[in-house]
Structures are given as C-alpha cells and as structure tokens.
C-alpha cells in the first residue's frame, strides 16, 4: 500500500493518512523514515520487511545530513541530524514522535 502526504510516496502496511501503519499506530507513531537502500519512505521497519521481504540498510553516520525523516502530520522532511536532535517533537508543527523509536535506532541509522 502507498499513500501521498503531501508530494511524497509513502508505504506500508494498513497506513493512516498520518503513517501510523497496521505495526506501530499509537497517536504519536507519525513518521517515516526513508531507507538507505531504495530511498524510499516506509512507515516503519517492519513494513519494509513485509513489502520488499528484506530488512532496511542503515543511514551512514556521514549521511545523516540528508533528508530521510518525513513528519505525517505536516510533511516536514528532517536531516537525520535534525530528527535526532529533536527532542521527540516535529520543529515544523510540534507533532509528538514517538520516544520509543529510539529503541529502533540501530535497525535505520550506523
């Protein structure tokens, strides 16, 4: 499945129009993130697993200065160093992310 917030492809599995999917849809699972491997958007890791049967290559660290986290309530698109450093909330409209994502790291970012 793919949806469009706002002029990016976003996929995964029984997403919300906010990228909450069929794995993580808690009111403050609203990113995704794009995989290093296809450059694409997925809602979250297992998504990825489950549409391209593979896991997800991680982010270099000397990439992280590129856009590759897409906020689904505004659009926002964030550096990895941007997403990081902010604190759990999109520096664009203040939607809260998930803390729990950070348990996730190593599965997306070196």
């Not at 909450?20 to 403050?28: G, Q, T």
């Amino acid at each position: 499945m793919k949806i469009m917030i706002k002029d990016n492809v976003v996929y995964g599995v029984d997403m919300d129009h906010e990228t909450r999917c069929a794995h993580y849809h808690e009111h403050h699972d609203v990113i995704a993130i794009k995989c290093y491997c296809c450059k694409s958007y997925y809602c979250c890791y297992e998504c990825h697993k489950e549409l391209c049967h593979a896991p997800p290559k991680t982010w270099p660290q000397e990439e992280f200065h590129k856009e590759a986290v897409l906020c689904g309530t505004c659009a926002a698109r964030l550096s990895i160093h941007d997403y990081l450093k902010s604190g759990y909330q999109c520096p664009s409209c203040s939607a809260p992310f998930n803390p729990g994502c950070r348990l996730h790291y190593s599965l997306y970012f070196q």
